[in-house]
Antibody
Framework: QVQLQESGPGLVKPSETLSLTCTVS?????????WGWIRQPPGKGLEWIGS???????YYKASLSSRVTISLDTSKNHFSLMLSSLTAADTAVYFC??????????WGQGALVTVSS | EIVLTQSPGTLSLSPGERATLSCRAS???????LAWYQQKPGQAPRLLIY???IRATGIPDRFSGSGSGTDFTLTISRLEPEDFAVYYC??????????FGPGTKVDIK
């Protein structure tokens, strides 16, 4: 059974950089599939942030691309999200997920990140 | 960017009734790239349907998807108590980008 778990700080200051990690169990992320990040502001809908392939190639939502980096660490079987220049608008629950067939089939439980001084 | 619009925003129904949810795209979407998710409060979304009409593993057959081009539909044939939730459609385009619709909330009448 594939399981994903997000970890990282729950509170980050404006203008700083958010760093989140998604640890995967039940599957070796270097073996295949794409892995992605999606966020959901409180009470609002879902927004895809970006994804990477198991080889390390990445693609990002165009409007966020200047602030986003997603990377892979196969030795730890996890992948990470960095989002810079944070504002209150980045406050959200951040989900990591696996995707196949252009859908997200396994999700983490989500991590709430609040941007506030 | 392809924009997805879902209607209605809220659907108030009773258990046992049929639910019909609509997802409309601003441009044509390949059926292979259209999915539906269910989300309950405090939980991650759960994949229900992919490639417009294929049920994901473990999804009951009361859930069905249909449509093509710019108009897609999720149907729940007979609502069970556990089906009251928010439903999102999602598409992939060749930009490449994924986008989600704003969601339809199915609540108990």
């Amino acid at each position: 059974q594939v399981q994903l778990q997000e970890s990282g700080p729950g509170l980050v200051k404006p203008s700083e950089t958010l760093s989140l990690t998604c640890t995967v169990s039940g599957f070796s992320i270097g073996s295949g599939y794409y892995w992605g990040w999606i966020r959901q502001p409180p009470g609002k809908g879902l927004e895809w942030i970006g994804s990477l392939y198991h080889s390390g190639s990445t693609y990002y939502k165009a409007s966020l691309s200047s602030r986003v980096t997603i990377s892979l660490d196969t030795s730890k079987n996890h992948f990470s999200l960095m989002l810079s220049s944070l504002t209150a608008a980045d406050t959200a629950v951040y989900f990591c997920a696996r995707h196949r067939d252009y859908t997200f089939d396994y999700w983490g439980q989500g991590a709430l990140v609040t941007v506030s001084s | 960017e392809i924009v997805l619009t879902q209607s209605p925003g809220t659907l108030s129904l009773s258990p046992g009734e049929r639910a019909t949810l609509s997802c409309r795209a601003s441009q044509s979407v390949s059926s292979s790239y259209l999915a539906w998710y269910q989300q309950k409060p405090g939980q991650a979304p759960r994949l229900l349907i992919y490639a417009a009409s294929i049920r994901a593993t473990g999804i009951p057959d009361r859930f069905s998807g249909s449509g093509s081009g710019t108009d897609f539909t999720l149907t729940i044939s007979r609502l069970e108590p556990e089906d009251f939730a928010v439903y999102y459609c999602q598409q992939y385009d060749s930009s490449p980008e994924f986008t989600f619709g704003p969601g339809t909330k199915v609540d108990i009448k």
